[in-house]
């Protein structure tokens, strides 16, 4: 069995900053990615940022500068700091862990609030 457990949500001032962490655990064979989420009510869920077991990473344009994805591949984890936050970046932060060697096992935490209110 598999579990994906985010941490590090919260309430923040805007401008404020938040580490969030997915650790993976039980029999994953072949990680090929870790990549985080975020969804709002009556939207879609977006991609925020994402790293291939290789090291290739990807932002959303609209936090490049400002979010860090990094990851500890013994470890199985994934972090996103999150710096410079402002109130459009609140959302429930999702992790996806995908497997397989074309990575189109999708293994999803039950997700984080990052709340960005003064």
């Known amino acids: 069995q598999v579990q994906v457990v985010e941490s590090g949500g919260g309430l923040v001032q805007p401008g404020g900053s938040l580490r969030l962490s997915c650790a993976a655990s039980?029999?994953?064979?072949?990680?090929?990615?870790m990549d985080w989420y975020r969804q709002t009510p009556g939207k879609q869920r977006e991609l925020v940022a994402g790293?291939?077991?290789?090291?290739?990473?990807n932002y959303a344009d609209s936090v490049k500068g400002r979010f860090t994805i990094s990851r500890d591949n013994a470890k199985n984890t994934v972090h996103l700091q999150m710096n410079s936050l402002k109130p459009e970046d609140t959302a429930v932060y999702y992790c996806?862990?995908?497997?397989?060697?074309?990575?189109?096992?999708?293994?999803w935490g039950q997700g984080t609030q990052v709340t960005v209110s003064s």
């Open positions: 996806d862990v995908r497997a397989g060697a074309l990575g189109n096992i999708d293994y």
């Open positions: 039980g029999t994953i064979f072949s990680i090929y990615a």
């Open positions: 790293i291939t077991i290789g090291g290739r990473i």
